[in-house]
């Protein structure tokens, strides 16, 4: 799914992201770049691996909510600008389980409000 919509700038939906076991490089750059885009999709998977989310939401200037459920620590690895140029506020939803705490493009957006789910 690497690049998938990248470019979009009309998607204002993104489509559902089932998958719990992603394989390396599996979202890299998905929505990079759609401009439209307002809220991603819930993501269930509690491990990313290698450049999974890398560039996800880069350039996504609109996107204000993110229902992220990882509980390993980003990283620039796994989590390289993956948040880079979001809209300055909004709400990151992380897992309960998260002990992680970073900020800023390889993690919770910057200026961004936090609240927890429960798995």
């Not at 799914?1 to 700038?9: A, R």
Request: charged residues 15%; glycine residues 8%; proline residues 5%.
């Amino acid at each position: 799914y690497s690049s998938m919509f990248s470019g979009c700038t009309s998607l204002v939906n993104a489509p559902q992201l089932p998958v719990t076991t992603l394989a390396t490089f599996c979202y890299q750059s998905m929505f990079r770049g759609c401009t439209s885009l307002v809220n991603a999709p819930e993501l269930p998977a509690t491990i990313v691996y290698q450049e999974g989310y890398s560039y996800m939401f880069e350039g996504c200037t609109k996107l204000s909510y993110i229902k992220a459920m990882f509980i390993d620590e980003p990283t620039t690895r796994a989590h390289r600008d993956w948040v880079k140029g979001v809209a300055a506020t909004g709400t990151f939803v992380k897992n309960a389980a998260a002990t992680w705490d970073v900020i800023g493009s390889n993690g919770i957006p910057t200026g961004w409000t936090v609240e927890f789910a429960e798995v």
